[in-house]
């Protein structure tokens, strides 16, 4: 199985830009879950979504940012615009069946770099 | 008060020795907890679920206090591979549905 997959695994761009960060779950996952990882803030669940469907969104910082997950194999979390503040690492993780007896399988995270 | 916290180390070990550390977590209700390992730059993996009982796997233990709130995790016989970012989590239960929540994380360093 090649797990979770992230594209890109870098991004550099300036502020006021928009930014499309991808994934790609393990097939037959039917859990997917965006994380931001910073120095000061830690490990920060923004949105999952079962099925498809958006669960809980709490964690997304504000309207600059939104997720979509418009079939089973395939999610984006945007950015626009991106402020120098969004630098982080961003991981996409899924599971299968609930949250709480199954394991969340990471990707290798998106290291984003917001000038 | 964060929900989850732990001592962001580093716990400086030296090969062969034992190190064990906590994790407190602020929600009573909390249902569910795990410790994930992280190596530098790379991504979380879950390293072991921790059980009422406790339970152990090789030279790492894991027990919980529901009285004080906390888990621990024990790693004895320390090899250098062990150094990482030890990430507490713990399941909680929202009105918006279920979340885990990630601790700021442990740092280990085993050395020779």
């Known amino acids: 199985d090649a797990g979770v997959i992230q594209s890109p695994r870098h991004e550099v761009t300036e502020m006021g830009q928009e930014v499309t960060l991808r994934c790609k779950p393990i097939?037959?996952?039917?859990?997917l879950f965006w994380y931001r990882q910073t120095m000061m803030r830690g490990l920060e669940l923004l949105i999952y979504?079962?099925?498809?469907?958006?669960?809980?969104d709490s964690g997304m910082p504000e309207d600059r940012f939104s997720a979509k997950m418009p079939n089973a194999s395939f999610s984006t979390l945007k950015i626009q615009p991106s402020e120098p503040r969004d630098s982080a690492v961003y991981f996409c993780?899924?599971?299968?069946?609930?949250?709480?007896?199954?394991?969340?399988?990471f990707g290798p995270g998106t290291r984003l770099t917001v000038l | 008060r964060k929900e989850v916290e732990q001592d962001p180390g580093p716990f400086n070990v030296p090969e062969g020795a034992t190190v064990a550390f906590n994790c407190t977590y602020s929600?009573?209700?909390?249902?569910?907890f795990f410790w994930y390992r992280q190596d530098c730059r790379k991504e979380p993996k879950l390293l072991m679920s921790?059980?009422?009982s406790g339970n152990e796997d090789g030279r790492f233990t894991a027990q919980l206090n529901r009285a004080s709130q906390y888990i621990s995790l024990l790693i004895r016989d320390s090899k250098l591979s062990d150094s990482a970012t030890y990430l507490c989590?713990?399941?909680?239960?929202?009105?918006?549905?279920?979340?885990?929540?990630f601790g700021g994380g442990t740092r280990v360093l085993v050395k020779p």
């Open positions: 993780a899924s599971s299968s069946r609930t949250v709480s007896t199954d394991t969340q399988y």
């Open positions: 979504f079962n099925n498809n469907v958006p669960i809980d």
């Open positions: 929600n009573s209700a909390s249902q569910s």
């Open positions: 097939s037959g996952h039917d859990y």
């Open positions: 921790v059980y009422s």
């Open positions: 989590v713990v399941l909680m239960i929202k009105a918006a549905g279920n979340k885990l929540t």
